[in-house]
């Protein structure tokens, strides 16, 4: 059974970092095509952050992201990562990791996914 089990996130001042650990279990690291995060602030809906084809490495980012978030990964633990820096009151949000096996052309997509972690509060203190 294929899980993806997410930790950090908590509370941090505007300007600050954190990274957000999301680990596979039931697949290695190589099972994965993709994987992304998506996050949702209250009364918003859920909206794509970043994203990595793994066979190849490219990466997305929300416009929103770009510059200031790193999606990454480590084979070797099976995990992916959100590195956030300069973080901003509006990234205030439950952060969702997420994973396929099935190759996508349009990684930025919540249907594109099948997987998905039990997500993570981020807030963020002005």
């Known amino acids: 059974q294929v899980q993806l089990v997410q930790s950090g996130g908590g509370l941090v001042q505007a300007g600050g970092s954190l990274r957000l650990p999301c680990v596979l279990s039931?697949?290695?690291?190589?099972?994965?095509?993709?994987t992304a995060w998506f996050r949702q602030a209250p009364g918003k809906e859920r909206e794509f952050v970043a994203a990595i084809r793994w066979r190849g490495g490219t990466r997305y980012y929300a416009d929103s992201a770009k510059g200031r978030f790193t999606i990454s990964g480590d084979n070797t633990k099976d995990a992916v990562y959100l590195q956030m820096n300069n973080l901003k009151e509006e990234d205030t949000a439950v952060y969702y990791c997420?994973?396929?096996?099935?190759?996508?052309?349009?990684?930025?997509?919540?249907?594109?996914?099948?997987?998905w972690g039990q997500g993570t509060q981020v807030t963020v203190s002005s």
């Open positions: 997420s994973a396929t096996a099935r190759v996508t052309n349009i990684p930025t997509i919540q249907s594109e996914y099948d997987y």
């Open positions: 039931g697949r290695t690291f190589s099972w994965m095509y993709a």
